[in-house]
């Protein structure tokens, strides 16, 4: 099979890669760049584990081509904190506990980064539409959308 | 397989017309890659279209919209002439699945994947909207209704795809609305559908008036006789009545896990009198 090379900006970095045509941009960020922080639970865009911003917009990376993202702008789960210094809504979500097994947690924190940069202060209602695309079996979803709340006034409040 | 991204329309069709194997092409990708991934399809071919001129782009055209047929439904919830103009078709496409999901699918894609259940079409169908299909003899405008023809099938042919679709321009007085029932908030598939579209007078008669349904036959389908239900009333509960007998009529719905046959009927009935009432006060709102 022909292998298609491209190049891409994943969370600020030049990266180039070849990959088969079709495989997916999850399997490429997993297994040819070694970002594993994006999960792969159902491959088929139900979970939204692998939940990824592409040119901006929060997509699967499961039903994204990796070939489509040529000359795209990628920002996935490793961008999200500064260093050392993890994001509000990584800190907020540990010290409430909003994770269990951990395995949608990267995904449920990029849309929800997402859903912040579009609408600053989410109803409980606008969060729980917003992440209806990632699915949790641990938490039972309240700690999880308590985690973003508190995250939104946290940014809220920093942000003039 | 093969990736393809053809520098032109014209290339894109010549490609798909001398493809010998199964040919699919990528917009959104949220039905093509989840076939791909279960097997359903194994394409030898896949186009990648998105980046071609005005696929991605929502211009206004004489009064109305034409939708690029990659542009996705986060894009028609943004665009705020588009919303005020045609609610329904926006809430419609609104509809398909998750944040992620309306990051990529398309009215196009949702039409060409060809379900009786897919929500934009029967919005579409409403709307009298048409597509924009492209092939080895340049365009030619076919209305929405028109491309399916069964389930999972279009009667778009060799080489052609979908370039646009188009919303007309709205008269004064006109309102659209579309309604789904899934059993439960988010994130399912329609068990049946209604898509209302219609026009009323200074009275507030309704002048003009289209009812599609979804999932209630192998296509999305027009009802003329429920529309000429309402047409020349002002939604009183007897032309109510006679739109949900006649949408109960051409219902002809398979039955299985998420409906029996009389539940998908009487549910379309239901649907249609509650999608009329609120096309019918958006027209209102808009005097």
């Known amino acids: 099979m022909k292998m298609i090379p491209v190049s891409t900006r994943i969370n600020g970095d030049e990266r180039e890669f070849l990959c088969a045509p079709d495989e997916t941009l999850l399997d490429v960020l997993r297994d040819r760049l070694g970002l594993t922080g994006s999960k792969e639970g159902c491959g088929t865009g139900d979970c939204g584990a692998c939940s990824v911003m592409l040119n901006g917009r929060l997509v699967c990376s499961c039903l994204v081509l990796a070939a489509e993202a040529e000359g795209a702008e990628v920002d996935t789960i490793e961008g999200m904190a500064e260093g050392q210094v993890l994001h509000p809504m990584q800190r907020v979500f540990i010290e409430k506990a909003a994770l269990q097994c951990g395995i949608c947690t990267p995904g449920i924190l990029v849309a929800a980064k997402a859903l912040l940069e579009k609408n600053p202060d989410p109803s409980e209602t606008e969060i729980r539409y917003w992440l209806a695309g990632n699915l949790c079996r641990c938490t039972g979803y309240d700690k999880i959308i308590r985690a973003v709340q508190e995250a939104a006034a946290e940014i809220r409040r920093l942000q003039p | ?287």
């Open chain 2, 1 to 287: 397989m093969k990736y393809v991204r053809p520098e032109s329309y014209e290339a894109a069709s010549a490609l798909l017309g001398e493809e010998t194997g199964i040919a699919r092409i990528l917009s959104g990708g949220t039905d093509v890659l989840v076939q791909m991934r279960s097997e359903v399809v194994e394409p030898s071919l896949i186009v990648d279209l998105k980046h071609l001129d005005g696929m991605r782009e929502i211009v206004a055209e004489d009064g109305g919209f034409r939708i690029g047929a990659a542009v996705s439904g986060a894009q028609l919830a943004e665009h705020e002439a588009l919303c005020a103009a045609w609610p329904g078709v926006v809430e419609a496409a609104g509809l398909i699945g998750s944040s992620q999901i309306q990051s990529r699918a398309s009215l196009a894609g949702n039409l060409c994947n060809g379900s009786p259940a897919a929500d934009s079409v029967p919005a579409m169908v409403a709307a009298d909207a048409v597509a924009r299909v492209f092939g080895a003899e340049g365009f030619r405008d076919v209305p929405v209704a028109e491309i399916p023809v069964g389930p999972g099938k279009t009667n778009l042919k060799k080489g052609e795809f979908l370039i646009s679709i188009y919303l007309p321009v709205r008269p004064e007085r006109a309102g659209d609305a579309y309604l789904r029932f899934i059993p439960r908030t988010e994130m399912d598939i329609a068990v049946c559908s209604a898509g209302i579209n219609l026009v009323t007078g200074e009275e507030g008669t309704c002048t003009e008036v289209r009812v599609a349904l979804g999932a209630v036959a192998p296509t999305v389908i027009l009802v003329e006789e429920a529309a000429s239900a309402l047409i020349g009333s002002k939604l009183d509960d007897g032309a109510l009545k006679g739109l949900a007998a006649a949408v109960e009529a051409a219902c002809r719905p398979i039955g299985d896990k998420r409906g029996t046959v009389e539940f998908r009927i009487k549910t379309a009935g239901v649907l249609a009198r509650r999608a009329a009432e609120i096309a019918y006060q958006r027209a209102g709102a808009k005097q």
